[in-house]
């Protein structure tokens, strides 16, 4: 191939790596998080244990790539490591299984909603990095980062004024697929009375206020957790798999 063919074929971006499969006996399918949106590349001969890509591409390396456009999937020539997020994570089994949960809900957001990608990578990089340093709760950032990417989304939900009439706070229930709390007068029926440092915690949690929800206690932080939970399944219509799997402390 010419040189000027290379060219036109290949791009190079900064991405993080959000999982692997595996790929014949020593390839690997490498699915990228970049500022344009998700890329789905093969890194050839990673598997091998020659190979000097195999520890940069793994889950949670933010990596900076050069890719071939390929008819079905891109593949992968060069990467270089920026960030070696997944070597911190992986050492610590909840804040993986919250690494994997953002992943895929940053994934499915993606699919769904594909006018942000900017902000959802600049969203789930900070996320990420915040993980890795292991100084706040991994739950807490989990529901922080849901509630923010839905935000960039287009689905942001209010915890301070009533979602229905606009009526400032505080209010005291919460309804789901209103997208937040509800006054006294427009409340309806199947709403939450979630206890008040809970609504406080959320909003800390919203506002990425890790000082206010530092002073959450477990009852606030299992609370919040259900409704973030169950808003994020009512938005993308569909269960997260791996939030299963997330512990909580």
Same mark, same amino acid.
């Given at each position: 191939m010419s040189r000027s063919g290379f060219a036109s074929k290949s791009y190079q971006t900064r991405g993080l790596v959000l999982?692997?499969?595996k790929l014949g006996e020593a390839d690997r399918i490498i699915t990228l998080l970049t500022p344009k949106g998700i890329v789905r590349a093969?890194?050839?001969g990673v598997r091998r244990t020659s190979s000097r890509l195999g520890a940069t591409l793994e889950p949670f390396m933010e990596v900076e790539a050069l890719l071939v456009m390929g008819r079905n999937l891109d593949i992968v020539s060069q990467a270089q490591l920026r960030n070696s997020y997944g070597h911190l994570?992986?050492?610590?089994y909840p804040?993986?299984?919250v690494a994997n949960a953002m992943a895929e809900i940053a994934e499915k957001l993606l +699919?769904? +909603?594909g006018d942000s990608t900017q902000q959802q990578y600049r969203l789930f990089h900070g996320a990420i990095a915040l993980l890795s340093k292991q100084r706040v709760d991994s739950g807490a950032v989990l529901d922080s980062y849901i509630l923010r990417a839905l935000s960039v989304a287009g689905w942001a939900p209010s915890f301070t004024d009533c979602v229905n009439c606009g009526k400032p706070g505080p209010?005291?229930?919460v309804h789901i697929q209103l997208g937040g709390v509800v006054c006294p007068d427009c409340r309806p029926s199947g709403s939450l009375s979630p206890h008040p440092i809970t609504i406080e915690y959320l909003q800390a949690l919203l506002e990425g206020n890790w000082a206010v929800a530092a002073e959450a206690g477990p009852r606030a932080r299992k609370q919040a957790a259900d409704i973030v939970a169950n808003y994020l399944q009512w938005h993308l219509e569909r269960a997260v798999n791996s939030l299963r799997l997330v512990e909580r402390n």
């Amino acid at each position: 191939m010419s040189r000027s063919g290379f060219a036109s074929k290949s791009y190079q971006t900064r991405g993080l790596v959000l999982r692997t499969h595996k790929l014949g006996e020593a390839d690997r399918i490498i699915t990228l998080l970049t500022p344009k949106g998700i890329v789905r590349a093969v890194a050839k001969g990673v598997r091998r244990t020659s190979s000097r890509l195999g520890a940069t591409l793994e889950p949670f390396m933010e990596v900076e790539a050069l890719l071939v456009m390929g008819r079905n999937l891109d593949i992968v020539s060069q990467a270089q490591l920026r960030n070696s997020y997944g070597h911190l994570l992986v050492a610590d089994y909840p804040s993986y299984t919250v690494a994997n949960a953002m992943a895929e809900i940053a994934e499915k957001l993606l +699919e769904a +909603e594909g006018d942000s990608t900017q902000q959802q990578y600049r969203l789930f990089h900070g996320a990420i990095a915040l993980l890795s340093k292991q100084r706040v709760d991994s739950g807490a950032v989990l529901d922080s980062y849901i509630l923010r990417a839905l935000s960039v989304a287009g689905w942001a939900p209010s915890f301070t004024d009533c979602v229905n009439c606009g009526k400032p706070g505080p209010h005291q229930a919460v309804h789901i697929q209103l997208g937040g709390v509800v006054c006294p007068d427009c409340r309806p029926s199947g709403s939450l009375s979630p206890h008040p440092i809970t609504i406080e915690y959320l909003q800390a949690l919203l506002e990425g206020n890790w000082a206010v929800a530092a002073e959450a206690g477990p009852r606030a932080r299992k609370q919040a957790a259900d409704i973030v939970a169950n808003y994020l399944q009512w938005h993308l219509e569909r269960a997260v798999n791996s939030l299963r799997l997330v512990e909580r402390n």
